[in-house]
């Protein structure tokens, strides 16, 4: 949770500092002015916290599944949509040093070669614009750490760009903070760990120093859709994109209604001082209102981080504000290092790219099927798309086969992508008939594994035999 007080020996050369190591090494003006306008808000003690007093839940949206768009409509705006997926994470939660959409995650249809992230995301694009004859571009916006190994695996895709497009850009980074006194950070051990990504928030200076939002819409373009990489469920959807064309929004977000296991992640709420929309982070939840922002019964949405754009309103919010725009400020207190706790205590100025909800007038949202909404941040998230809970089809879309159980890997062994791929190098276990799965201890899994009902393991561990049966007192 971010410290609500500023650093008592806070060093006022410590901006110019950072600023200088920014513009050293290459970072855009207008990420350099973004980071200035957070440094000064942190120096002022702010948190960005938001609290329940404040606000009121959002409620009165529309759903998806009530939508009535005809073909025509629904064709002709995905004609006019570009997809773009945010491409800059490590999977460093998971003991990875490369991009994560790279992990792998299921076999082909036709069971030819095993899939990553990045590879279902390239055939379900394929997959519409063979059925609706959409150009549809594809952009990533990559980090420095993940660009150059994301780029290779895409050669293997050479008809996935579009003429007069690139297929990336760049993300903005900046340096980690001392917490002391906000000061850069200096790591000689590994130089790079001096250096974070702006959160997802990003994305607009990023794409002001691109160019990209002109671009296309030169190329004939008119609204984008974005989510994480890490999300397979946020496919290309006509039914959508014809909403939002003849809502006339300049934005909406896709919420998801809240089930019992949604304990994380962003919500929209209507901020009582002006009724705007605004979004409120777990980070940004005051300890005091944590119960109140999980109650289902109040606030029945979570945020899926799925955003739609219109090109031109964002193009023009863009050249208003030179790429900054007034996001809330997130701090995040980490170590320089994030795999030694004993490391310097540092600060990561963060921010949400769906708090831009705030600062487009009209800005809307819509509640979507829970299809829509599967990100992978944890080993248990993995196992649970790698099973038989999910089948890819020939359309490289996820479809679930029965309700998603609860996963709980012991973290001590399971925690990292290593100790995760050996314990299960025989494949996921059946989970379509679990109700849940915790495991303790160190178990290696069998070929031919099955989860039933509220499955469980404990003690020491060993070896789950080929073709077990796991229940409620293992098996």
């Known amino acids: 949770m971010p410290s609500s007080t ?33 440094y000064h808000l942190l120096q002022a ?21 009530e939508l009535s768009i005809g073909d025509d409509e629904a064709a002709a705006a995905l004609a006019q949509t570009a997809m773009l997926k945010l491409n800059g994470g490590l999977g460093t939660s998971m003991g990875m040093d490369q991009a994560k959409s790279l992990l792998p995650v299921r076999e082909a249809p036709g069971g030819t070669e095993i899939l990553t992230f990045l590879d279902i995301i390239v055939g379900q694009v394929r997959a519409a614009r063979r059925a609706t004859g959409a150009r549809m571009p594809l952009l990533f916006m990559n980090s420095f ?83 994480n990489s890490d999300n397979l469920g946020a496919t290309p959807d006509a039914t959508i994109a014809g909403w939002f064309a003849a809502s006339g929004a300049p934005y909406a977000a896709e919420l998801c209604r809240k089930t019992p296991a949604d ?33 289902a019964t109040r606030h029945p949405f979570f945020h899926t981080n799925n955003l739609w754009f219109n090109l031109e309103a964002l193009a023009a919010e863009l050249e208003r504000t030179g790429g900054v725009l007034e996001l809330p400020l997130i701090r995040n207190d980490k170590t320089v290092d994030p795999a030694d706790s004993s490391s310097p205590a540092v600060v990561q100025i963060e921010s949400a790219m769906g708090a831009a909800v705030a600062v487009f007038e009209g800005a809307t949202a819509i509640e979507v099927e829970r299809s829509r909404f599967l990100p992978v941040k944890t080993t248990n998230d993995l196992l649970v798309l790698r099973s038989d809970v999910y089948h890819l089809t020939p359309e490289y879309r996820l479809e679930a086969q029965a309700p998603a159980p609860l996963v709980d890997l012991d973290k001590a062994h399971y925690k990292l992508i290593d100790g995760f791929t050996r314990r299960f190098a025989a494949g996921a276990p059946s989970l379509r008939d679990a109700d ?11 070929a031919g594994v099955r989860a039933e009902g509220k499955a469980a393991l404990s003690g020491d561990g060993g070896t789950v035999p080929d073709g077990a049966t796991i229940g409620p007192d293992g098996f």
């Open 6 to 38: 500023p650093s008592s020996t806070t060093d006022p050369a410590g901006l110019e500092q950072a600023r200088t190591k920014m513009t050293e090494a290459g970072v855009a003006p207008a990420a350099i002015e973004t980071f200035t306008r957070f």
């Open 45 to 65: 003690g702010e948190t960005g916290l938001i609290r329940e007093d404040d606000v009121e839940p959002l409620v009165d949206i529309p759903n998806r599944a």
């Open 145 to 227: 750490r993940t660009r150059d190994d994301s780029l290779a695996a895409l050669e293997r895709y050479p008809d996935i760009a579009v003429d007069g497009l690139p297929v990336d850009f760049l993300q903005n980074r900046e340096p980690k903070l001392r917490a002391a006194d906000l000061t850069p950070v200096t790591w000689e051990k590994d130089p790079e760990l001096e250096w974070c990504p702006p959160g997802h928030g990003d994305l607009y200076p990023a794409l002001h120093a691109s160019g990209v939002v002109t671009a296309l819409l030169e190329a004939g373009f008119r609204y984008m859709c974005v989510s």
């Open 263 to 295: 304990v994380k992640g962003g919500q929209l709420v209507i901020r009582k001082a002006d009724g705007r929309i605004v979004q409120r982070e777990t980070a940004q939840t005051h300890p005091d209102d944590v119960a109140a922002s999980l109650d």
């Open 436 to 446: 849940s799965l915790t495991v303790h201890g160190d178990w290696t899994f069998g």
